[in-house]
């Protein structure tokens, strides 16, 4: 069982991160092998609807999408990871799913079958704020990224009201929370 934790957020050792590698521990005391992409790390362009994509479901553009569309494709168990930035998921991550649009043309214009279609996928994400619908504009962008990638939508931690570095060190469950999150994916 293959975890890939894609870490969203530009603020290392942030309360994304921390959640984050939370889970990947929960996931490798529960027998998995775990890996966490740094997207803010990595040099990822937006999409630039060049288009190549739906002659042959790879993206002109090369840079270090290079390395992570094996990665998507091949791990068991896919967790995004962001914090909300003006009620959505950050540039960063957003441009990896974007780029992602060479694998939806591979399932839906090409008609390609990805390697496994049953694999699962959650959601982490925290907030400073505590609206009602602080992560609906993400959630449904995760959805429609995990459905292109053949990934289910399966679980999720969505923490509000945190805000500075570390912080999410104070909230009574949300650590413990991730730790369960990502030993619960492992179990299948
Ligand atoms: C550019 C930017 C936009 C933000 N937008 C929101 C927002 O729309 N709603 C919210 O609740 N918090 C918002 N925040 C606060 C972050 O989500 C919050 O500080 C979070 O804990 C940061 O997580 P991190 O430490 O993993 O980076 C924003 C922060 C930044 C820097």
Redesign the pocket.
């Known amino acids: 069982m293959r975890v890939l934790g894609i870490m969203g957020?530009p603020?290392m050792k942030?309360?994304?991160?921390l959640l984050l590698d939370e889970a990947l521990s929960g996931a490798q005391s529960g027998g998995a092998k775990v890996e966490k992409i740094v997207v803010d790390k990595l040099k990822i362009a937006p999409c630039r609807e060049y288009y190549g994509c739906l002659n042959d479901g790879n993206c002109v553009i090369r840079d270090d999408m290079d390395g992570i569309y094996p990665k998507l494709l091949d791990a068991d168990v896919v967790i995004i990871a962001s914090?909300?930035?003006?009620?959505g998921l950050t540039s960063q991550v957003k441009a990896l799913i974007d780029r992602c649009q060479a694998l939806w043309a591979r399932k839906y214009i090409l008609k390609q079958n990805l390697p496994n279609n049953n694999r699962k996928g959650a959601f982490i994400a925290?907030?400073?704020?505590r609206g009602k619908k602080?992560f609906d504009g993400s959630k449904l962008t995760v959805k429609y990224f995990f459905e292109s990638i053949g990934v289910k939508y399966v679980d999720e931690l969505l923490v509000r009201g945190?805000?500075k570095?570390g912080e999410i060190k104070k909230h009574p469950t949300a650590l413990s929370d991730a730790f369960e999150l990502g030993r619960r994916l492992a179990q299948g």
Do not use: H, M
């Open positions: 957020s603020r942030g309360n994304t991160e914090p909300i930035f003006f009620y925290v907030g400073a704020t602080l945190v805000d570095r």
